[in-house]
């Protein structure tokens, strides 16, 4: 890997990413994420905004810790509601919430 033409170390970076500051940095926005998706959930009895979660992670293949926000098991239909589904519209919650707390798709697109 490479970063502005400079060789870069792979141990190095996973010891950054994996640092207790970058780790409370990546935890809290993982938080905001959950609150404002919980916000902008669709309600009909509130099950699925109670069970949008955080869940630490590890990259098997980098070693690299995270965060990662979704549904519980409680809400085994979020990715249903959020991407519609043959006889339903979708009613995207957690996508929007990411992108209002700054989130980008790869490359750096929004």
Known sequence: ???????????ALRDI???PQVQDVTRDLA????RDARKLAP??????ARN?????YTDLTTGIEGYAVG???RAFYGPMVESGAE????????VPAAIRNG????GGNR
């Open 1 to 11: 890997m490479r970063l502005d033409n400079r060789p870069s170390d792979p141990k």
């Open 17 to 19: 990413a994996n640092s």
């Open 31 to 34: 938080e905001a994420i959950r």
């Open 43 to 48: 309600r009909r009895t509130g099950n699925l």
């Open 52 to 56: 949008i979660v955080v869940e630490e």
């Open 71 to 73: 549904w519980s098991d």
């Open 87 to 94: 006889q339903a519209l979708p009613r995207p919650h957690l």
């Open 103 to 106: 989130a980008r798709g790869p």
